[in-house]
């Protein structure tokens, strides 16, 4: 009983304590940071849907003045020989203009998502992405999805 009492008091006595010297009298401080393009312009939405056999992208950004398209091409080579592994980007620029859609007919709309070749002794695998890129006044932002495209 008396270890019960003793430790009653210890925490009453803390709890005092901390509620009166550690208490804050003014509101904190907010740390400033230099804004990101992605505080002043969000990505754009992007979608990709199926047109007549091709991909339509399409894309909104309130306020962007200019819109790019790209096509990324992340491409692996894995060499069964050798123990060879290789990675690599090409960009395709698509468009540039102030619309809001690309209809991509020079790319075929399938559900496959990436492309495998076998040559030899080598494996070769592509993915296919399109990049959106919207231009602001001050600034650009970008987003990049999944290209359900075989080039």
């Given amino acids: 009983m008396k270890h019960h009492c003793i430790r009653a008091a210890v925490l009453l006595l803390l709890c005092a304590l901390t509620a009166c010297g550690d208490a804050p009298t003014a509101a904190p401080a907010r740390v400033a940071h230099a804004p990101t393009a992605l505080d002043v312009y969000p990505p754009p939405a992007v979608t990709v849907s199926n047109s007549g056999g091709h991909p339509l992208v399409s894309w909104s950004a309130t306020g962007a003045t200019q819109f790019d398209v790209a096509m990324l091409v992340n491409g692996m ?75």
């Fill in 77 to 151: 080579m894995d060499n069964f020989q050798t123990m060879e592994h290789r990675q690599w980007t090409d960009t395709i620029p698509l468009y540039g203009g102030t619309g809001t859609s690309y209809l991509d007919t020079s790319s075929t709309y399938t559900t496959k998502l990436v492309r495998t070749a076998v040559y030899g002794d080598e494996r070769y695998r592509w993915y296919y992405y399109y990049l959106v890129t919207a231009t602001f006044a001050n600034g650009t932002s970008s987003r990049q999805v999944l290209a359900p495209a075989q080039c």
